[in-house]
Structures are given as C-alpha cells and as structure tokens.
C-alpha cells in the first residue's frame, strides 16, 4: 500500500510506501493516528499546518459487500480538536483498488488559487488548475467535471460553503450515479479542503485490484458469511431496503426523544407527515426510488430517490437525520421542503445536521417563525451567497447562539447533536457529551438497545457502559470502510469471527475479538491525546446546560448522568 502525498504550498504530488508505524492501519484509525502523531495540536485548522488526510478502510478495494466507506481526518475548525468524517459513494473502493491507503494533503496554496487532484486508474496523480470551478456548487461541478473526464470517474469535491471556510462545511462524494449526494459532513472538513485550496480529487473507477489477498479462499468464505447475516437480519435485510433510515423517524418519536422545535419537545405533532412511511407512500406515488443503492457493492440499499409532483429528481438519500434536521427541529412538516433543504445541503456543500439546528437556533431566538419553510430556503440561500449573517449560519448553532444571544444551542464541542435527544435517551446523550468527535450519533448510537428494550433510555443505570461499549466498537468498525448500517448484521452468532476473518485474511494476521476491540481503544486513545494536547478539558466533554434544567416533555426528564461518570467512560 501506498500513500500519495500532496503538497499544496509547492503544488507537488508523490507517492511513498507506507511507515511501519503507520502498517496495517485503515480509515478511521489512521486517520487519528496520523493527525495525532504529525499535526500540531495548536496549529490553525485552517492554516498550511493542518493535514487532511482521505484514508479507505482496511477492507475498502477488496470484493467484501459496503466496505465503501472513507474516513475524512483532520483538526476540527469547528470543534478545535480532533475529527473524523465518514462517506461512501464511490471514491474509497477506487482508492483501494490502486492500493493507495491514503491521500494525504498538507500546506496551501496561495490566496485565490484553486486545484483539482486527479488521479487515473494506473495510479498517476496531478495536480490541476481550477479556477474555473470556482464558486460552483455540487451538482453543477460534478457534471462538468464527469462531463471533461469521464463519467467512469468518483469525485470528492466541496462547495460554496468549503471555499467560504465554513464550519459546516461539508466533502461532498459521488454516488454510483455520479451525484454528489453523500457527505461527510460533520466538523467542517469542507472547510479544511477550501483552505488547502482544494475544490475537488477525481478518481478514475474501473482499476485492478492491485493488493492480493493474504488467503484468498478464507476471504471468500468469511464473505459469503457476512453477505448471509446482512440478507437474514430484519434490519438490514428488510426495513432498511424498504425505508432506508426513515424507518426511525417514528420509531424514535414514539419514545419521546425526537428533539423538536430546537429540542423544546420530545415529540413532533407532524411526525407523521415525514415518517419512513409516508416517504415511501409518497415516492412510490411519484414513480421515484424507495430502494436505491449509492454505494459501491452496497446489498443493504437503503438509500433512496425523492422525486417532484411531476416525477423530476430532487435529492437522494432523504435520511432519517435530515428529514430530522431540517423537518422536526424547525417545526416543518412538508416532505417536498425537506427534500429541497436537503438537496440545497449537498449543493452547497454543508452538514444537514450542523446546517439544520443552526437554523433551528435562529428560529428559536425569534429570527424567523418554527414550521416556516420557505424562511428555512431563505436561510440556506444566504449561506450559499456567503451573507454577513450567511456566514454565521454556515458557522453552525454555536455562532448563531452568540448572535442572538441565545441560551438554547443543542451542540458540543460546537458541533451538534444528533437527531435523539440525550433527556429521552441518556447513553446517547453520554455519546454526545464524551466522544472525541464532538456530538455525534455515529460515535456511538445506542438507539438500538432501546429500540430493542435492552436498556431503558430515561434512566442512569448502565448508560456509561453502553456509551463506552459502542464508542470502542464504532471505532474499530470505522477503521474498516464497513458501512455503520450493515453492522446490526455482525451480531448473528459467527458473524462478528467471519467479519475478523475478513481482515485477517486481507492482513495476514491472527487477530481475534480482543485484537479486534483493542483497535476501537487504541483509535479513541489517540483522538484523546490529541485533543487534550489541543487544548480540550473535561469541562468540554458536558452538554449543554439546559439539557440539565429543562424537562423534556412527554416524560419531563432531564439528563441525569454525573459529571464525575461521564469523566470515567475511557478509563481503559
């Protein structure tokens, strides 16, 4: 495996053999590893100091089903510690596939300079000038550069928002039919990209796989396992192929944690007007997709294709977080404007989450009126125009409580929560308030534990254990390139060896369970140093105060967990 090596300040592109240091590593705990070990903590996240680092998971390239993950790292400049961003699509399979374990982008080019990366199917890289993308949004930029390259090419690429800087910035990644409708949105590494002054890599699909397997025939068994558990489990089996993630919506609702109006309720009145089940009504009368694959050798195919009244595409996937985001936590019931919200998210390059309670906060504070969809357009509009107050709301709720000087911003570390309320479901909420990344549902989500009545979500009891438990596994699940959605399928009996087979026959190595578990530990370890090395105290891992003293109807609770057990979770 190879590393290529961009070095934005003298426009020049290598590639080196990966350290021993740095051997056997793979998406997520690479990235942190890496960042860790070579970035100066106190470094400006937007200045030539910071790295962003584009690493494939350890299984990413290789035949195993929704291993197309990639892991996004840098330092945050929107929680100023460490951070991880994770998408599909199709880039990571490519990369894989050349053998490359990671794109590695350091310094900046100049003021006003603006470059594309790209890379053929041999493996060759260049730099390219691409001032005439500039200000491009999404959608537009992907059809031209698929249109001058090739439409068997996966891009990576950033919006308005990512050359404006902005702390909600998002990557933006091709799906299997070239949109740009997968984001790894979360802390601003669109806005990290801008600064390195990087529009966009182009990576040409259709490579060998130029990586031999270690045991080629324990691969193909192990896989044939995990195909077998993923098609078996009702989750990934049968609802998420037939309403995606918006399966939760209801769900999550009837426990009284789907965080309303900017969290002043636990439950929406017009949950049902954008439920999973009214989605799929709706797109099946319009002739759109309710199953939809957007990932490369994705078999879950959760994802989704939202058309108009008159049948003309709109966005994929609308997903449970954004019909969230940009539905529940503003008031809006109206399935068509989530769906143009959260199109305009992917086009302007930004979070949905991050962008959508940043909304949410102003609405609160009295900018605009809750259920006010068109106000919601108007908003990200200004964004996109890179507005005085634009810029606030492209910098996330945090920014946006400072403006108006309000008390209610449901963020950590400036980044935001999730679409589960830490009143109605405790251990998510010690996720939120621990995990290195910031507030985070993907840290860490215990939705299916209450879900499945396994822990009961409005009591303290057990919360810190689950938190700890799933934060471990899903960073060792991260430094794969597996999809978090097909992970429910790795607790059939023998389908978490069968996983671990995979990676040792990819490795040639003898891992097993504790092996396995102790790459999620030692991932999170250097995510912990690094933050602490940046700056970042204990007093940072708590919520928001009025999560402590304000009751979440309908069960009137407030999070509950003791600052000294929330300082205790990563005592390994």
Known sequence: MK???????????????????????????????????????????????NKLIFAPGILSGTSAVNTSRISIGAKSPLTGGIKESNVGGTVATALGRLGIAAIIVDGQAAANELFLLKIDRSGEAS?????????????????KLLSTYGEKNGVLCIGPAGEFQLGSASIQASDVDGRPCRAAGRGGMGAVMGAKGLKAIVVELGAKNSEALTDPEAFKTASKAIVKAIKENPFTGQILPSAGTAALLGMVNGLGAFPTRNATAGQFEGADNIS?????????????????????????????????????????????????SMGGMLGIDDLDAIATLDFLADDIGLDSINAGVALGVAMDAGHKKFGDSQAAIDMMEEIAKGSEFGKILGNGPEAVGKHFNHHRVPAVKGQSIAAYDPRGMQGNGVTFATSPMGADHTAGNLVGEY???????????GQIEASRNAQIAMAALDCTGFCLLA??????????????????????????????????????????????????????DRLPKFFYEEALSPHNKVFSIKDEDLDSIFDF
């Open 3 to 49: 590393f290529l090596k961009v070095d934005m300040s003298q426009k020049t592109v290598t590639l080196e053999d990966v350290k021993s240091d740095y051997a056997g590593l793979g998406g997520r705990g690479l990235t942190s590893t890496m960042i860790n070990a070579e970035v100066p903590a106190e470094c400006d996240p937007l200045g030539p100091d």
């Open 127 to 143: 730099l390219v000038p691409g001032d005439e993308y500039k200000g491009m949004r999404t959608y537009a930029l992907v059809e």
């Open 487 to 540: 992970e429910p399928a790795l607790a059939a009996p023998g389908a978490t060896e069968a996983f671990i087979e995979l990676l040792n026959a990819k490795l040639g190595t003898q891992m097993g369970i504790e092996d396995y578990t102790n790459m999620g530990i030692q991932t999170l370890k250097a995510e912990k140093e690094f933050n602490r090395k940046a700056g970042l105290t204990t007093k940072d």
């Open 451 to 461: 879900l499945t009545g396994a822990l009961n979500p409005l009591e303290a009891e």
């Open 276 to 324: 999973g089940e009214k989605l799929a009504e709706v797109i099946t009368e319009r002739g759109g997709k309710t199953t939809h694959v957007g990932c490369t050798q994705c078999i879950v195919k959760c994802s989704n294709e939202y058309v108009d009244k008159n049948g003309k595409f709109v966005t994929s996937s609308l997903e449970y977080e954004t019909l969230w």
